[in-house]
């Protein structure tokens, strides 16, 4: 019965995973930090985020929860970029090992999901992730979150869902940054917020948007998010030599939390 239900929660984790793409690779936290080749880097998940953070003591992960988002998107970019938001908000629930919260979110990813016409074999099997929660399965439903990542490609095939796997790449980078940030401006070490040190990282998410096909890139949302992108990388663009101070960490934050909220808001593009 658990090997079974592993296999059911691995497949649900698919659609929870879907922002990353088979071909990222897991990223240290030097490589997080230095980041100094673009084209040996992608786009980092939530959970290794979270991961090369490394802050001294237990981070008030409940502390980092919003709101709930809007299900009615009607654009597609959007719904992309807000589903890597949720999935971020998934690893925030895990981390705080908060059964209630993984399941509010989980259905919430699954109705935008569904927006975005992933199939009905994969959202069928939403009553796994509830199974690990009560459970408290942690460490086992992190394990499988890791191990789902590579599963991804087969998931996704046509030139478009490529596009809105980047989107939601993205928006899991945009997601996760903010609550980085926060963390360390909660409790700020000089260890955890050289993390932030990312230009050559932020300059290939800039060039990923790019890669995607011009019709998308064209969205106003997503054209906003590129722009803005432009000043997150001067931001984050801090000396080698030295970590970022609290005021340097604040900006960040208060640069990626802008994108955010353009991104959870901005619902008036078609």
């Known amino acids: 019965m658990f090997l079974a239900r592993r296999s059911l929660t691995a497949t649900l984790l698919l659609v929870l995973s879907v922002a990353f793409a088979a071909d990222v690779p897991h990223l240290s936290r030097d490589q997080l930090a230095k980041a100094v080749r673009s084209d040996s880097i992608s786009i980092p998940t939530p959970g290794e985020l979270f991961t090369a953070l490394e802050k001294p003591g237990k981070p008030n992960w409940t502390g980092q929860y919003r709101g709930p988002i809007p299900m009615t998107y009607r654009n597609r970019a959007q719904i992309a970029l807000n589903l890597g938001g949720l999935i971020a908000d998934g690893f925030i629930a895990v981390e705080a090992k908060d059964s209630q919260q993984v399941k509010n979110i989980g259905s919430d990813i699954i109705k935008l999901a569904k927006a975005l016409g992933v199939s009905e074999n994969l959202l069928s099997r939403g009553n796994s992730i509830n199974e690990f929660a009560e459970n408290d399965e942690w460490d086992v439903l992190q394990e499988e979150l890791e191990a789902t990542q590579n599963e991804v490609k087969s998931s996704m095939q046509t030139h478009s869902d490529q596009d809105l796997v980047i989107l939601v790449s993205v928006g899991g980078w945009i997601r996760g940054?903010?609550?980085?940030?926060?963390?360390?401006?909660?409790?700020?070490?000089?260890?955890?917020?050289?993390?932030?040190?990312?230009?050559?990282?932020?300059?290939?998410?800039?060039?990923?948007?790019?890669?995607?096909?011009?019709?998308?890139?064209?969205e106003p949302l997503v054209k906003d998010v590129n722009e803005q992108l432009v000043g997150i990388e001067k931001l984050v663009s801090f000396p080698a030599s030295k970590a970022p101070s609290v005021e340097e960490v604040r900006k960040v934050n208060e640069a990626v939390g802008k994108v955010m909220e353009a991104i959870q808001n901005k619902t008036d593009a078609r």
């Not at 909660?186 to 230009?199: G, M, T």
């Not at 050559?200 to 995607?212: E, G, Q, R, T, Y």
């Open 177 to 218: 940054t903010q609550v980085v940030s926060a963390a360390i401006m909660q409790n700020y070490d000089e260890r955890s917020a050289k993390v932030l040190r990312q230009p050559a990282l932020v300059s290939f998410i800039h060039s990923k948007i790019n890669d995607i096909s011009p019709g998308l890139r064209a």
